[in-house]
């Protein structure tokens, strides 16, 4: 057919039906059918997750260790969201005090010791209720324990701690664990250089063997000696956290004792408690300062034996005679290791030692047979003594002063703690500002 150039183009898109809405109903049909798949998809999913949390919860309540529970935990991130909003409202400051309580029961039990474990939480009990604080959770793990339930406190005590604070938990696990590990690897280091001292089929090898040992020995000591100090830290952060003592409170007292030792420290944060509590128990008090007289005492002990010793060489060194030069070496040589017994055994030991204890061996054999020391030899040892007292003496009255400066900040007993100050005795010449 010829197409007639004047004849207007035929508008076919005005013939055609409009199919839009019938589309747009189709999409929508599709897209909901989408989200109910997708909906069920998810229901089936938790139901799922649903059902395998129920069966690894049973298994770790079944076997309720730290490292059932922090699996747990992981496995399961959605679990801490969950409870975010509560854990924010308890506040930084008392979610770290309770989280200490609880893992220290926590490791108590881990550690396979309920009396312990019982111990601390009367502690934590005692200290909720004074200031009003609720104490159902550990209420409910005293009376398992009580009743020889050990199992059923155990996992109470770490499901608490998992919804209290996952990330805490999880951190002070893996510490925990990476202790044992390295402490593990320690021994196992011992364990095999000891094997190979033993198989050492020559001297280069048995030297090799006895260097690796003793390295092994040092690095097993230095990780020791970390875990320790560490552990000993938290053990009175703990009771500082049961006494219900705040961060600062709790600084305080530590920061003023940090060089003496743990009775005291724990003595300071009882006192701290007190402080705070606005309440004066004398009998409390005196129970305190009984505890840091101990450390006073035990700490003033070798100053008190080097006075005595001091005094023996002074007069030994007067007799100008055979066995009073004996006693002035005898009492020099026990000057320098103070609460030793000198043996004859140990003059054997002391002649094979070059230096020092060489000259006094010499000294003291040339006494017994006749030959006196020269007046000048005794004066060296009388001279010499005197500069290990004085050591001895600056050495005590810094710990009398660092005791002291609890006494004084604590209102507590010069004399209950330190003794009279009058009279004779040892370190009676320190003072200390109270």
Do not use: H, W
């Amino acid at each position: 057919m010829a197409i007639n150039p004047l004849q207007a183009p035929i508008n076919y898109a005005s013939q055609m039906v409009d199919l839009t809405p019938a589309f747009a109903g189709f999409g929508q049909a599709v897209a909901q059918r989408r989200e109910r798949t997708q909906e069920q998809a998810r229901q089936e999913e938790a139901a799922t997750i649903k059902a395998q949390y129920a069966t690894d919860l049973q298994n770790a309540l079944a076997n309720p260790t730290q490292s059932s529970f922090n699996k747990l935990i992981l496995t399961y991130p959605q679990q801490r969201q969950a409870l975010e909003s509560a854990r924010q409202s308890f506040g930084e400051e008392r979610l770290t005090n309770e989280f200490k309580q609880g893992f220290s029961v926590s490791m108590a039990l881990e550690n396979n010791n309920p009396t312990v474990a019982m111990e601390q939480l009367k502690t934590i009990i005692a200290a909720k209720k004074n200031v009003g604080e609720p104490t159902q959770i550990y209420d409910q793990v005293f009376a398992a324990l009580e009743s020889g339930n050990t199992k059923a406190a155990q996992a109470g005590v770490n499901m608490a701690l998992t919804i209290l604070d996952p990330d805490r938990y999880e951190k002070s696990v893996k510490a925990r664990l990476s202790q044992a590990t390295g402490q593990a690897a320690q021994d196992k280091a011992i364990a095999d250089a000891t094997t190979a001292v033993a198989n050492a089929q020559n001297a280069p090898e048995q030297a090799a063997a006895e260097a690796a040992l003793a390295t092994a020995n040092a690095n097993k000591a230095k990780i020791d000696l970390k875990y320790a100090e560490r552990a000993a830290l938290n053990k009175l952060e703990q009771d500082a956290a049961a006494l219900g003592l705040t961060k600062a409170q709790t600084g305080s007292a530590l920061a003023q004792t940090r060089k003496l030792g743990v009775d005291t420290q724990q003595a300071a944060l009882q006192l701290e408690a007190l402080k705070a509590s606005g309440g004066v128990d004398p009998k409390e008090k005196f129970a305190q300062e009984e505890k840091i007289r101990k450390e006073y005492q035990v700490r003033n002990k070798v100053y008190g034996e080097l006075q005595g010793t001091f005094g023996n060489i002074e007069s030994s060194s007067k007799s100008a005679n055979g066995p009073g030069d004996i006693a002035l070496i005898t009492s020099f040589m026990k000057m320098l290791d103070p609460g030793s017994v000198v043996r004859e055994s140990e003059f054997a030991t002391a002649r094979d030692t070059a230096g020092l204890f060489t000259q006094l061996q010499n000294r003291l054999e040339k006494a017994q047979s006749g030959q006196l020391l020269s007046p000048k030899q005794r004066l060296e040892y009388v001279d010499l003594s005197k500069k290990y007292l004085n050591s001895a003496k600056d050495k005590a009255a810094q710990e009398k002063r660092d005791l002291g400066l609890v006494v004084k900040n604590y209102k507590l007993n010069p004399e209950n703690v330190f003794g009279q100050e009058t009279g004779t005795g040892s370190n009676r010449n320190v003072t200390v500002d109270y």
